[in-house]
């Protein structure tokens, strides 16, 4: 895995990354609240649009769109933080099938790009660069049937240097979820090859709870808190 701050951002993109437009929720700067980077200083692509409706979705705000940019734009606002690290997410990023030129756009220039999706769609796609964090949706979700199974197979058949690129993530609300995943878990041998983080739904099942549950099954998981709701308790957006 790459070194968090040996990236560096240079350039502007011009010209032939200017005619197609994404559309976008908010661009913002802030602390990686989730995945193994969590706790870098971390820029924010958040593309708007999301078809699937978690049950416990909280950034419903961003399937829609607040603007459109083209991927030179987009670009060039994300890069005035000068940032190390930066992750698009969503909405699901995936859905708009120009994320791949900016992905690749966004590789090109350096540092650590990262891509936070639902884990509904295949991942096959992206660019290779890309550290990938994908989600594991568990039944509170109300969207564990549409969980793309594919991207743990992708996971699985890469080399060791190619599986660094991927994490999985899975949030729980309660009993039901842990043992899910726990399941899940074990039958595919995922946390034997990759991260595999899991932590709990803000305002659900408390930490010590789903920590005791990690400690007394001996699962090879990472726990995580979603750092940024105790950074900033009461602010939704932008964070």
Same mark, same amino acid.
């Given at each position: 895995m790459t070194d968090i701050m040996t990236g560096t951002m240079t350039g502007t993109m011009t010209g032939a990354m200017t005619g197609a437009m994404l559309q976008i929720s908010e661009i913002f700067h802030s602390i990686q609240g989730e995945s193994s980077f969590?706790?870098?200083?971390?820029?924010?692509? $958040?593309?708007?649009?999301? @078809?699937?409706?978690? /049950?416990?979705?909280?950034?419903?705000?961003?399937? *829609?769109?607040? !603007?459109?940019? @083209?991927?030179?734009? *987009?670009?060039?606002?994300? /890069? $005035?933080? !000068?940032?190390?690290l930066i992750e698009v997410t969503g909405g699901e990023p995936l859905e708009q099938p120009l994320?791949?030129?900016?992905l690749c756009a966004l590789c090109d220039g350096g540092g650590i790009i990262m891509l936070e999706t639902g884990g509904f769609l295949s991942v096959r796609d992206v660019d290779p660069r890309v550290h990938k964090v994908i989600d594991l949706k568990p039944p509170s979700s109300g969207k564990d049937g549409e969980n793309c199974m594919e991207n743990i197979d992708l996971a699985l058949s890469q080399g060791e240097?190619? /599986?660094?690129? %991927? &994490?999985?993530?899975?949030? +729980?609300?309660?009993?039901?979820? %842990?043992?899910? +995943? !726990?399941?899940?878990?074990? &039958? *595919? /041998?995922?946390? &034997?090859?990759? *991260?595999?983080?899991?932590?709990?739904?803000?305002?659900?099942?408390?930490?010590?709870?789903?920590?005791?549950?990690?400690? &007394?099954? !001996?699962l090879h998981v990472r726990m995580q808190l979603q750092l940024h709701k105790y950074i900033w308790p009461d602010i939704e957006r932008g964070v």
């Open positions: 969590a706790g870098w200083p971390c820029t924010f692509i $958040r593309l708007a649009g999301c @078809s699937h409706g978690c /049950r416990y979705c909280d950034t419903t705000y961003a399937r *829609t769109a607040e !603007r459109q940019l @083209s991927i030179g734009d *987009t670009i060039d606002e994300a /890069r $005035r933080f !000068r940032p190390h994320v791949h030129k900016l240097k190619e /599986r660094n690129h %991927y &994490e999985f993530k899975i949030v +729980a609300a309660d009993r039901d979820d %842990y043992l899910w +995943a !726990r399941k899940l878990i074990k &039958e *595919t /041998r995922l946390a &034997e090859a990759c *991260t595999v983080m899991m932590g709990p739904i803000a305002g659900t099942v408390h930490p010590y709870e789903l920590a005791g549950w990690i400690l &007394e099954d !001996r």
